[in-house]
């Protein structure tokens, strides 16, 4: 999970957020036009696909990943370890604090 500033506004962004955090999952997104008083860390917008999902909120984007139990710790460790990155550099993009670093 990566935090950042409330922005009650954030249900609004939804094109903004498909072109930042298209580098983790290039998909349509889900709006789930929550109220903007509602509480913060309710997903405003959801991103799926098979193995991963980013939840974002007023205050946070926040990444779910599954793993084919076939697939070795090893392999992973190491694709955590890229969508963490890619994570927080999406968020960078989203939230207006700069270009990726992919």
Known sequence: ???????TTVRLKQPKAEEAFKNIINKASINTNLPDDSDPSNPRIIFRDTFKEIVISQISATLLARFD??????????????????????????????????
Do not use: W, Y
């Not at 090893?74 to 670093?101: H, M, R, Y």
């Open 1 to 7: 999970m990566v935090s950042f500033n409330r922005d």
């Open 69 to 102: 139990n076939l697939e070795s710790l090893n392999k992973q460790v190491e694709a955590t370890d890229e969508n963490v990155s890619k994570l927080f550099n999406c968020v960078k993009v989203f939230a207006g604090d700069g270009p990726a670093i992919i």
